[in-house]
């Protein structure tokens, strides 16, 4: 993500991070802080305990976008990829409720981390292909 002109991702966190809360919460940008509504605290989540990202080391957005009338979550890993068990969980809650699944995993160069997610999507077939043509022309995701 970009706060005030500044890219932030793994290793390179937000400027206006004091590493426990924001040295200028009150005048943080609409997007992405204000809109952020992180799964883990949003009124009657879903997630077990166990879901908390700083243990299940992934962060999930629910109702991020929708596809044919279905929501769509979405989920990015806290560090490079999303543990098995909380990627297994979340595409699990995916198709009990019919909610389509977009994940992220971080890509790494010569062992450092770019700027750059590969995202994957899990649900149904036309989804993964609508997913499929919008990376193809390099278009926002939601
Ligand atoms: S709330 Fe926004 S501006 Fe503040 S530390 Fe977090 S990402 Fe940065």
Redesign the pocket.
């Given at each position: 993500?970009t706060?005030?002109g500044c890219d932030?991702y793994p290793g390179h966190?937000?400027?206006?991070?004091?590493g426990s809360?924001?040295?200028?919460?009150a005048?943080?940008?609409h997007d992405?802080?204000?809109s952020?509504n992180c799964g883990w605290i949003v009124n009657d989540s879903p997630l077990p305990d166990w879901m908390k990202p700083s243990n299940a080391k992934v962060i999930v957005i629910f109702n991020k976008t929708v596809w044919n009338g279905l929501p769509v979550d979405v989920a990015v890993p806290v560090g490079r990829r999303i543990p098995g068990r909380a990627l297994n969980w979340l595409k699990g809650f995916a198709q009990r409720h019919g909610r389509p699944l977009l994940f992220s995993e971080q890509v790494k160069e010569n062992g450092i981390y770019t700027r750059e997610q590969m995202f994957m999507a899990h649900g149904p077939a036309a989804f993964q292909q609508h997913t499929a043509q919008l990376l193809a022309q390099k278009k926002s995701l939601w």
């Open positions: 993500m706060i005030r932030v966190p937000c400027p206006h991070s004091t809360g924001c040295d200028d919460y005048n943080r940008p992405p802080c204000v952020f």
